[in-house]
C-alpha cells in the first residue's frame, strides 16, 4: 500500500524585540492560548522573550509573517485587543487567504488593512467618490486609513503627491511665538501623520519623498490659493477648522484628486463661540454626488478595550445632559 512520504518537521526560534514580550504573549501566555488555534499544526513554546516553533517549513513561515506583525501593532499601540489578535492570526494556516485586502505591507512586517467593517466601508468610498468624509471617535483608525490609502494611490502611481494638513488649533494658527524654524513649529501639530507615514515607508523613502514634496505636511493655513491636483489629500481634525476654513479646502481640489476629510466632532478645540464647520458642512454635502459620508463608531476602535469602554461612558454621560 503507498504511504505518504513523513514531511519533516523544523524547529525555530523568534526572539521578540523592540516591544515587552508580555504584551505580545499576554500575561501567563494568555494571548498564546488564543494564537495556537489558528495555527493547530504548529507547536508553540514560550519562554521568556524566546518562542519556539516547532512544524513543517510553509506553517512556520505564514505563522512567522503574522506573528511579525503581531509585534508591529504592539510597537505601535502598546497593547494587543483580542480582536487585533484574531484579525491577524485569522488567516494563519491558510497560505495568502486575506492579503488581497492588505492595502499596504509597511515595515517590521506590518500589513495595513481594514480591520472594521467601517473601516472597511472608508476603503470602498474612497475607490468609489473623489471626496469622502471620515466621522467618527479617537481610535476608530480614520487617518490611519486614510493615510495608507493615500501611500498605496501613490505607490500605484495614481497619484503624484500626498498632502496632509490638519489645524494648527493650539497655536491659532499663528506659529510666529513658537520656537524654531518653520518644520519644527509645525511637527508637535502634525507629528500623528508622521507616525502613521513611517510605519507605511522606509525610513530613507520617506525622507526622500518629503525632501522632494512628493509627501508634504502643513498646516490648514498654507491651503490657501493653492490648486491641489494630482494629489491624494487628507484634511484631518477637521472638526477644528471653522466654516470658511472647510469651504477653502475643499474648493482646492484639482483635476485627478482624492480628499479624504477626517473628524471627530466630540472633541472640538476651537476657541469659545466658534463653531466647528465640520458638522455643517457633512450636513450640507452629504447628498451632493462624488461625495461619500462613512460614519465610525465605537465598535471601530482597536486601541485598547478600555477606549471603548471610555468612549461609551462618555457617551452615556452627554445623552443624559
Given at each position: 500500500m503507498f504511504q505518504q512520504p513523513e514531511v519533516a518537521l523544523l524547529e525555530k526560534l523568534i526572539t521578540i524585540t523592540g516591544v515587552d514580550p508580555l504584551d505580545v504573549l499576554g500575561a501567563n501566555d494568555a494571548n498564546?492560548?488564543?494564537i495556537r488555534p489558528h495555527f493547530p499544526k504548529l507547536n508553540l513554546v514560550a519562554r521568556g522573550d524566546t518562542l519556539k516553533i516547532t512544524g513543517t517549513e510553509v506553517d512556520?513561515?505564514?505563522?512567522?509573517?503574522?506573528?511579525?506583525e503581531l509585534v508591529a501593532h504592539v510597537a505601535r499601540y502598546n497593547e494587543l485587543p483580542r480582536k487585533v489578535l484574531d484579525d491577524i492570526m485569522g488567516t494563519g494556516g491558510s497560505g495568502d487567504a486575506g492579503d488581497g485586502d492588505v492595502l499596504v505591507y509597511g515595515n517590521a512586517g506590518l500589513r495595513v488593512k481594514a480591520r472594521?467593517?467601517?473601516?472597511?466601508?472608508?476603503?470602498?468610498?474612497?475607490?468609489?467618490?473623489?471626496?469622502v468624509f471620515a466621522i467618527g471617535p479617537a481610535g476608530t483608525g480614520?487617518?490611519?486609513t486614510a493615510v495608507a490609502l493615500a501611500v498605496k494611490a501613490l505607490k500605484e502611481r495614481k497619484?503624484?503627491?500626498?498632502?496632509?494638513?490638519?489645524?494648527?488649533?493650539?497655536?491659532?494658527?499663528n506659529l510666529g511665538f513658537l520656537p524654531g524654524d518653520l518644520r519644527e513649529k509645525l511637527d508637535p501639530y502634525l507629528q500623528p501623520l508622521y507616525d502613521a507615514l513611517k510605519d507605511m515607508i522606509p525610513a530613507?523613502?520617506?525622507?526622500?519623498?518629503?525632501?522632494?514634496?512628493?509627501?508634504?505636511?502643513?498646516?490648514?493655513?498654507?491651503?490657501?490659493?493653492?490648486?491641489?491636483?494630482h494629489a491624494f489629500v487628507i484634511l484631518d481634525e477637521a472638526?477644528?477648522?471653522?466654516?470658511?476654513?472647510?469651504?477653502?479646502?475643499?474648493?482646492?481640489?484639482?483635476?485627478?484628486?482624492?480628499?479624504?476629510?477626517?473628524?471627530?466632532?466630540?472633541?472640538?478645540?476651537?476657541?469659545?463661540r466658534m463653531p466647528s464647520g465640520l458638522m455643517p458642512a457633512v450636513s450640507m454635502l452629504r447628498d451632493v454626488e462624488g461625495i461619500t459620508v462613512i460614519e465610525l463608531t465605537e465598535k471601530d476602535v482597536i486601541r485598547h478595550e478600555l477606549v471603548t469602554r471610555v468612549l461609551g461612558a462618555f457617551r452615556k454621560l452627554e445623552e443624559r445632559g
Amino acid at each position: 500500500m503507498f504511504q505518504q512520504p513523513e514531511v519533516a518537521l523544523l524547529e525555530k526560534l523568534i526572539t521578540i524585540t523592540g516591544v515587552d514580550p508580555l504584551d505580545v504573549l499576554g500575561a501567563n501566555d494568555a494571548n498564546l492560548r488564543l494564537i495556537r488555534p489558528h495555527f493547530p499544526k504548529l507547536n508553540l513554546v514560550a519562554r521568556g522573550d524566546t518562542l519556539k516553533i516547532t512544524g513543517t517549513e510553509v506553517d512556520i513561515a505564514q505563522f512567522e509573517e503574522r506573528f511579525n506583525e503581531l509585534v508591529a501593532h504592539v510597537a505601535r499601540y502598546n497593547e494587543l485587543p483580542r480582536k487585533v489578535l484574531d484579525d491577524i492570526m485569522g488567516t494563519g494556516g491558510s497560505g495568502d487567504a486575506g492579503d488581497g485586502d492588505v492595502l499596504v505591507y509597511g515595515n517590521a512586517g506590518l500589513r495595513v488593512k481594514a480591520r472594521t467593517p467601517n473601516q472597511q466601508r472608508l476603503v470602498e468610498a474612497v475607490a468609489a467618490s473623489d471626496m469622502v468624509f471620515a466621522i467618527g471617535p479617537a481610535g476608530t483608525g480614520k487617518t490611519y486609513t486614510a493615510v495608507a490609502l493615500a501611500v498605496k494611490a501613490l505607490k500605484e502611481r495614481k497619484v503624484r503627491r500626498i498632502i496632509l494638513t490638519r489645524p494648527a488649533v493650539e497655536a491659532g494658527e499663528n506659529l510666529g511665538f513658537l520656537p524654531g524654524d518653520l518644520r519644527e513649529k509645525l511637527d508637535p501639530y502634525l507629528q500623528p501623520l508622521y507616525d502613521a507615514l513611517k510605519d507605511m515607508i522606509p525610513a530613507s523613502r520617506l525622507a526622500e519623498h518629503l525632501d522632494e514634496g512628493v509627501i508634504q505636511i502643513a498646516p490648514l493655513a498654507f491651503m490657501r490659493g493653492r490648486t491641489l491636483d494630482h494629489a491624494f489629500v487628507i484634511l484631518d481634525e477637521a472638526q477644528n477648522a471653522t466654516l470658511p476654513q472647510l469651504k477653502m479646502f475643499l474648493t482646492r481640489m484639482g483635476r485627478n484628486a482624492k480628499f479624504v476629510i477626517t473628524g471627530d466632532v466630540t472633541q472640538v478645540d476651537l476657541p469659545e463661540r466658534m463653531p466647528s464647520g465640520l458638522m455643517p458642512a457633512v450636513s450640507m454635502l452629504r447628498d451632493v454626488e462624488g461625495i461619500t459620508v462613512i460614519e465610525l463608531t465605537e465598535k471601530d476602535v482597536i486601541r485598547h478595550e478600555l477606549v471603548t469602554r471610555v468612549l461609551g461612558a462618555f457617551r452615556k454621560l452627554e445623552e443624559r445632559g
